[in-house]
């Protein structure tokens, strides 16, 4: 089992930046691919970045350029540094992890971004 816990998220206004961390409970060296989602009031769970264990990386057409995902796997660590803000990435934010075939959430974040 696997736990995963998201700090670094609050209230920012539009321009601004946050970073989101991910703190697992078990070493992430192999973990493939660990992920960030998001989702919205009103709306389904969308993928917004994901890196895998290699380096590679894969962003949302919404968020490229702007959110840069990193892991420190010393420290079973994973983030998303978010830079100039939009008030449609107000949404809960989660981070995933598939061990053994089994999805493994967070409880998620809360980003608000205001105009």
């Known amino acids: 089992q696997v736990q995963l816990v998201e700090s670094g998220g609050g209230l920012v206004q539009a321009g601004g930046s946050l970073r989101l961390s991910c703190a697992a409970s078990?070493?992430?060296?192999?973990?493939?691919?660990m992920g960030w989602f998001r989702q919205a009031p009103g709306k389904q769970r969308e993928l917004v970045a994901v890196m895998t264990s290699s380096g590679s990386t894969n962003y949302a057409d919404s968020v490229k350029g702007r959110f840069t995902i990193s892991r420190d796997n010393a420290k079973n660590t994973m983030f998303l540094q978010m830079n100039s803000l939009k008030p449609e990435d107000t949404a809960v934010y989660y981070c995933?992890?598939?061990?053994?075939?089994?999805?493994?959430w967070g409880k998620g974040t809360l980003v608000t971004v205001s105009s």
């Open positions: 995933n992890a598939p061990v053994y075939g089994i999805n493994y």
């Open positions: 078990r070493s992430t060296f192999s973990i493939n691919a």
